[in-house]
């Protein structure tokens, strides 16, 4: 599927800049997480449970910045951008960004956790949304990998469409999400404190970005 697709395991060898900015970022979270700790009355009881945010967003940037947009006509570019609307919708109504019912409550800030929170929260009579940082960065990398993929795909016409949804990369992110709760409850704010899966839910997050990063094609 191009360059982009090179199964080389060089592909993943972090360079020298790469390790400069993760530690960078690395402690610029922690920073910000102790600096949360320290301003409010939360104390925390689970490091774990306040690394998985970052394990999202840390691996959603590094997969956007391990791949480029494929050269393409306006129209693939705008057949890409529209199935990775579809896809982003798709993660945020099963992830729980999103559900097409609510109770009237308005808009909120949470003040969660950094990772977990600041989240919006609007409730309406007929949708509530629930923007947990670490689901948008992290569904909004999804969608970018897989507009890439699609892009790739239409470069070599009708097989290279075909075999997208054929490769291993491609469908496991999608049948992984359809999965109930694989990547967390399709509720509110309050499912946080809720005992969901989030090991699983992180462990294929992290496998997708790697499949669609890498993209195997047996």
């Known amino acids: ?5 090179s199964l080389s395991p060089g592909r993943f060898r972090p360079a020298k800049a790469t390790l400069l900015y993760g530690a960078l970022l690395v402690n610029g979270e922690l920073a910000l997480v102790l600096l949360y700790f320290a301003l409010s009355s939360s104390v925390p ?3 774990v449970f306040l690394a998985y945010p970052f394990v999202w967003i840390n691996a959603a940037v590094w997969g956007v910045s391990r791949v480029d947009l494929p050269a393409a006509s306006g129209r693939q570019r705008l057949l890409a951008a529209g199935v990775a609307i579809a896809y982003f919708l798709l993660l945020g109504g099963l992830g729980g960004l ?4 609510g109770d009237g409550l308005g808009t909120r800030i949470s003040w969660m956790a950094p990772g977990w929170g600041p989240t919006l929260v609007y409730s309406g009579t007929a949708v509530t949304v629930s923007l947990f940082p670490y689901k948008v960065v992290g569904f909004g990398a999804l969608a970018y990998l897989v507009a890439v993929t699609v892009l790739d ?5 009708v097989a290279g469409v075909l075999g997208l949804f054929s490769c291993v990369s491609c469908t ?5 999400t359809l999965l109930t709760g694989v990547f967390g409850s399709a509720s509110a704010v309050t499912a946080v ?13 992290v496998s997708s970005v790697l ?3 890498w993209r195997p094609t047996q």
């Open 1 to 5: 599927m191009g360059a982009s697709a």
């Open 45 to 47: 009881t689970d490091p």
């Open 98 to 101: 999103y559900m097409l019912h």
């Open 153 to 157: 795909a239409a470069r070599t016409g």
């Open 172 to 176: 496991w992110p999608v049948a992984a």
């Open 193 to 205: 404190s809720q005992n969901q899966p989030y090991a699983l839910a992180t462990a294929v997050f």
């Open 211 to 213: 499949l669609l990063v």
